[in-house]
């Protein structure tokens, strides 16, 4: 089995390396991330500039290559370019912070694994819901590898993939797997107005993530209340239940 | 009425003026964008370094504000901090470039109408399917005036965005609008490998847009056979269908 591990944090990122130990227990494992960290990158592309790969080691040891592009990239060129082989399965992570609820369209780390999808990859996201630099992987690189483990033989449909999100808690706290839907927990965005030593403003991203609706079964609730959430993602946008009404309203 | 216009080809696009000219129809419009071409950004947010907001002046008047950012950037900080009142409407384009099918999940374009929608405010991205720079944009710019100015009695659920699509056709072979879904054309990438002066390998992204499934009803089709077609979005990814299977699976 080949697995290719990507991720947003940075190929030198801890939680990348959490992964990929775990999923060596699963196949043939090849890193293809960021050179540098790429969070709330969302799906994006290089596309005005070229990209360049450079073979990353660690431990002495060449384990895939380093991409000075999105999360996004790492998989289209990895896959089409790179690769010898097709991937089996794509695993992005281990994120540090949660992808649950509106996050996940923010975050490079699902983008990759949709992307693994768009291929007709099986592909999965995985995130530890703290931004705790220092946060113990090891309960996440297990859920990830539970999880990795089932992922071919769950024979999800074209265009759906896994988004895991696992809560920063002790092992003896943590409750198990749950499937669960997209939460609706949001940003309430505020910016930090400053002013420069020549007296000009400028704007720092903050805010506060607020759940708008305590949806039974939403990953946001579940992973807050101590189990790891599965939510299955696909990418088609159009919303189908409004479709007619608005036909007719155009008629 | 107050309508924020952004975009993702930047403030000097031709295609964001032509917009301007037609909501200015509809009321007044402030204009707060990328200050440089953001293409291809996805729903990326700008977190590790702080957003400016320059003045932006066209034919001596200032008409908004340019942002070192990307497009869902502008709306978050246009709408919580430099816009004195919240908008009424946010219209983001006109795209250079076609944004149906899976090019709604890269484009800025609809990422800053999916902003918009995050916030409550009724929200549309306008996008003319052609990448050729001189292209006339004036049937594009009265698609987009028909559909705002039908926006607000529209009434769409909280969620749901409209991506208008407009062919590139003179106006006589013009067929109207049309309510579509996403289509499911995709791109099928390659990488052209080139070598630098110093021999090492640099890769552009490349490829074919082609269609996989012909949905009737499909936004790529039907704008390639002389309609403009109106989408409804929402950032509802979770996919439903699968979710009690899975929940059997992992049960």
Redesign the interface.
């Known amino acids: 089995m080949r697995i290719l591990v990507t991720n947003d944090d940075g190929i030198e990122s801890r939680g990348i390396h959490a992964l990929v130990h775990a999923m060596r227990r699963l196949g043939d494992v090849i890193v293809i991330a960021p050179d540098r960290?790429q969070?709330?990158?969302?799906?994006?592309?290089?596309?005005?500039s070229?990209?360049?790969?450079t073979p990353f080691s660690r431990d002495g040891e060449v384990i895939g290559w380093a991409i000075n592009g999105t999360p996004?990239?790492c998989v289209?060129?990895g896959v089409?370019?790179l690769m010898e082989q097709r991937p089996d399965m794509i695993i992005s992570g281990i994120n540090h912070g949660s992808n649950t609820s509106?996050n996940?369209?923010?975050s490079g780390t699902v983008?990759a694994a949709?992307e693994g999808t768009?291929m007709g990859i099986p592909s999965m996201a995985v995130s530890l819901a703290t931004f705790d630099e220092s946060a113990d992987m090891s309960l996440a690189a297990e859920v990830a590898y539970e999880v990795a483990s089932?992922l071919l033989s769950?024979d999800?449909?074209l265009?759906?993939l896994l988004n895991v999100n696992v809560p920063p808690i002790p092992r003896e706290d943590y409750k198990g797997?749950?499937?669960t839907?997209?939460g609706h927990s949001?940003w309430k965005?505020?910016?930090d107005?400053?002013l420069d030593p020549h007296g000009?403003?400028?704007?720092?991203?903050t805010g506060d993530f607020v759940t708008v609706t305590e949806l039974e079964d939403a990953d946001d609730i579940v992973v807050a209340n101590g189990w790891a959430s599965?939510?299955?993602?696909?990418?088609?946008?159009?919303?189908?239940?409004?479709?007619e009404t608005?036909?007719d309203?155009?008629a």
């Open positions: 960290q969070s709330a990158v969302g799906h994006a592309l290089t596309v005005a070229p990209l360049r790969a996004a990239d289209k060129l089409s370019t509106v996940a369209i923010y983008s949709t768009l089932r769950l999800l449909p265009g759906t797997l749950r499937v839907r997209q949001e965005d505020r910016y107005v400053r000009k403003p400028y704007y720092w991203l599965i939510t299955p993602l696909h990418y088609e946008l159009t919303n189908f239940n409004i479709l608005l036909r309203q155009f």
